[in-house]
């Protein structure tokens, strides 16, 4: 199994609180990415970094954001948390060098009311 | 541009029977591509991956993958379904245009029956 963590797993919380989810990987990954998927969809790339300060919106707008001040370290921040906000978010890594597959953690089920 | 079509939503097959959850792709490149597996509130575990090494992948629990350039298909078969397999399956492609993105399928339900 990969080493990638992410806290905490389930998070109920109300509106207009900051949250921020924890994703921590000890595999020494260069590149990590924030993926947004709804029960039974696809996965929506929202962040992803190639490393130590450097961040990247994805391809889905999200009012979140991110930061990579440690290489083991992604965490993502929701300054004002809102409904529409509610969904799973998972973590992922990858390491250099070609044919590399993403490693992912269990991933956190975000609920906003 | 690259992208990835899962052909069905859902497949239902019985305990002991085969399964092929099928999967095509498009790609300007030489692609990477991978099927991972997620169970439910679970994130994604890698299945298997083609690294252009071998067109028949052999992954873990039993699954394999053929890659087909000529068909560019990427079809995920098991002979013999399990009940643990009941799971959401995704095929991925590597974008290979140098940022290390992944485009996802949409995925596909498997459900086994007893």
């Known amino acids: 199994e990969a080493d990638i963590y992410q806290t905490p797993r389930y998070l109920v919380i109300g509106t207009g609180k900051k949250i921020t989810l924890e994703c921590s990987q000890t595999?020494?990954?260069?590149?990590m990415y924030w993926y947004q998927q709804d029960p039974g969809m696809e996965l929506h790339l929202i962040h992803y970094s190639y490393g130590v300060n450097s961040t990247e919106k994805g391809d889905l707008s999200s009012e979140s954001t991110v930061s990579r001040i440690r290489t083991e370290h992604f965490p993502l921040t929701l300054e004002s948390a809102r409904p529409s906000h509610t969904s799973q978010y998972l973590c992922?890594?990858?390491?250099?060098?070609?044919?590399?597959?993403?490693?992912f953690g269990d991933g956190t089920r975000l609920s906003i009311l | 541009a690259q992208s990835v079509t899962q052909l069905d939503s859902h497949v239902s097959v019985s305990e002991g029977t085969p399964v092929l959850l099928r999967c095509n792709y498009s790609?300007?490149?030489?692609?990477?591509l991978f099927w991972y597996v997620q169970h439910p509130n679970k994130g994604l575990q890698l299945l298997l991956k083609y690294t252009s090494a071998a067109t028949l992948v052999k992954g873990i629990n039993g699954f394999e993958a053929e890659f087909k350039k000529s068909e560019t298909s990427f079809h995920l078969t098991k002979p013999s379904a399990h009940m643990s397999d009941a799971a959401e399956y995704f095929c991925v492609v590597s974008d290979a245009s140098g940022t290390y993105k992944y485009i996802f399928g949409t995925g596909t339900r498997l459900k086994v029956l007893a």
């Open positions: 790609s300007s490149y030489s692609p990477s």
């Open positions: 595999m020494g990954h260069d590149k």
């Open positions: 992922a890594s990858r390491g250099t060098g070609g044919f590399q597959p993403q490693h």
